[in-house]
C-alpha cells in the first residue's frame, strides 16, 4: 500500500534513526573517551546522557510532527495518463487497448461471484493473470441502464472512476479492474481487521469523505455535463455504487443511472418513476401532494442535482464513522451539513464549496493535534 511504502521512505523516519545512532555513539565513544581520559569524565552522571538524548529525540520529534500528521498526497492512479480507448492498471508499465469482444471471450476466465444489483452480476475473474472484474447483464429488460453505464463509464474514465479494461455490447459484457477491498458498504469490516488499524483513523476517514465529494463534484462537471447520481434512493444503495480501493479511496463504479441537467435549458431529473420515501433522498424527491392523491409520475416535479448535496451529509458521516476524533470532525462540518440540509436546493452549496470546507476543517484540526503534541513535548 502506498502509506505504508510513503512511511518507511520518509527522511524524518532516517533522521530519527540517525538521531538515536547519534545518541547511541555518543555514549559509546564517550565510555571510550572516559575509559582513555579516566577519572575526571566519569564524573559526568550518566543521566546527563540520557537527558541529552531525549532533549534530541524530542527536537526531532518536534520537528517531524509535519510528518507524522500530514499524510503525503497519494499518487494518481496509473490509468491517468492513457489516451482514451487504452488502460493501464496495477504494475502494467504500458497502456493497453480496451479489449474487443474477442479478447473477452478467450482470454479472460470467470472465478467466482462477488456483486450482484439490479443490472450487473459481477464475478472476479482473470485475465493474463491478473484479477479482473466482469460485469454481466442480469435480464435484457435492463440493458438501456446497462449500455447508459458504459457510455458513461467510457467517456467519464479518470481517477475518480473505476477503470475500464474492456467491453463487448453483443454478449452484455464488462470488464472493470478489480479491486479486493470491495463496494463502500464493507468499509466498517475492512476497517476493523487489524491490518488495517492504522488507517482507521479521523485523519484517513475524513479523506474519505472529501474523496466522495471530489467525485459528486467531477459529476457536477463531467465532460458531459451536471450529471446526478441517481442509484442512491438510500443509504446502503448508495454506498454500494463507490468502491474502496487498496491505496485507500475511492472510485465510482456504477454509473447506470446518471441523467443529465442543463439549467439553460431548464432540463431537469427524476430519479426512477416510482414513489421515493424517507430521509435520505432530498425532500423535492418526495411526492408533494400529499397522501390523499396517489403518486402519478407524470405530474411528479422533476429537480436538479442539489439532490446529491443533500445526501452528502448522511454519507460522509458513515465514512466518518466512530473513532476517537470523529465527532471532533462532525462538530467542524456542522454548518456545511446544516446547509446541505437546506429545504429550498439552490441554498444549498456546491460540492466545491463542501470539498473547500472539508479541506480546511481537516488542516484546522491537523494543526490543532500538531501544537497540542508540540506543547507536551
Ligand atoms: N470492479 C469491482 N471490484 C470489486 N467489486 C465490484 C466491482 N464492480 C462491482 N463490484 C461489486 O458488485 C456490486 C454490484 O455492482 P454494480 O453496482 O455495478 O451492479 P448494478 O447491478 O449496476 O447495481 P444497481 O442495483 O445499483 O444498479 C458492487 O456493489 C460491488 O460490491
Ligand atoms: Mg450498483
Known sequence: MDW???RSGSPCRKL???AQEITGDNSMEKKAQDSRKGAPHRAVPPAVGLLFSMALMNTLLYFCLDWFFISRPRSAPSSAHCPHGH????????????LSCEELRTEVRQLKRVGEGAVKRVFLSEWKERKVALSRLTSLEMKDDFLHGLRMLKTLQSKH?????GYCEEDNTILTEYHPLGSLSNLEETLNLSKYHGVNTWQHRLQLAMNYVAIIHYLHHSPLGTLVMCDSSDLPKTLSQYLLTSNFSIVVNDLDALPLVNHSSRTFVKCGHRELHGDFVAPEQLWPYGEDMPFDDDLMPSYDEKIDIWKIPDVSSFLLGHVEGSDMVRFHLFDIHKACKSQTPAERPTAREILDTYEKVLNLLRETVMSQTREML
Open 4 to 6: 505504508k511504502r510513503e
Open 16 to 18: 530519527l534513526a540517525e
Open 87 to 98: 488502460f493501464r492498471m496495477g504494475q502494467m508499465k504500458n497502456c493497453s487497448p480496451w
Open 161 to 165: 472512476v473505476v477503470t475500464l479494461l
